[in-house]
């Protein structure tokens, strides 16, 4: 048996890392997610609804998909919503985006691009000044080539 040599090392440990990550990326990806989401909310469950996302139902192109947020609030000193984190549940960093608002906002709205990694969930989480939160996710398909997969 012959010694093992750094470079075998290493293309070994590459290979069995890719073989390893590639089953259960889906698994991972989702924990990714969720661990995401309990920090945000401290641990804390959200309430479903005051959320709308505007997001297309298929996306032919997944580097660059219209998102837009919006938060049902009066957006008043005592009653505001705080911050709006964005979550792709697949993608292999699953938090897209924080936004952060005060009352002088006047909306609770934002607009952007967001990069999918394949069909998978958005999900966005708003947590108002007293420390509600509130979530809604949308499912996006993500197409090769516009070919409806």
């Given amino acids: 048996m ?60 997944g580097t660059a998909v219209p998102l837009a947020v919006t938060v049902e609030s009066p957006m008043t000193a005592a009653d505001h919503v705080a911050e709006v984190l964005v979550i792709a549940d697949a993608n292999p960093m699953p938090r897209i985006a924080t936004f952060h608002f005060t009352a002088l906002s006047g909306r609770a709205e934002a607009a952007t691009r967001i990069r999918l990694a394949a069909t998978e969930n958005v999900i966005v989480v708003a947590r108002t000044n007293d420390g509600r939160f509130y979530t809604a996710r949308k499912e996006v398909k993500v197409t090769i080539g516009g070919c409806g997969g």
């Fill in 2 to 61: 012959r010694a093992l040599s750094r470079r075998d090392a290493l293309t070994l440990g590459v290979g069995t890392a890719a073989a390893l990550a590639a089953p259960g990326r889906s698994r991972a990806a989702s924990n990714g997610a969720e661990v995401e989401i309990a920090k945000f909310t401290g641990g804390k469950t959200a309430e479903p609804g005051r959320i709308a996302i505007d997001l297309p139902e298929i996306a032919e192109n």
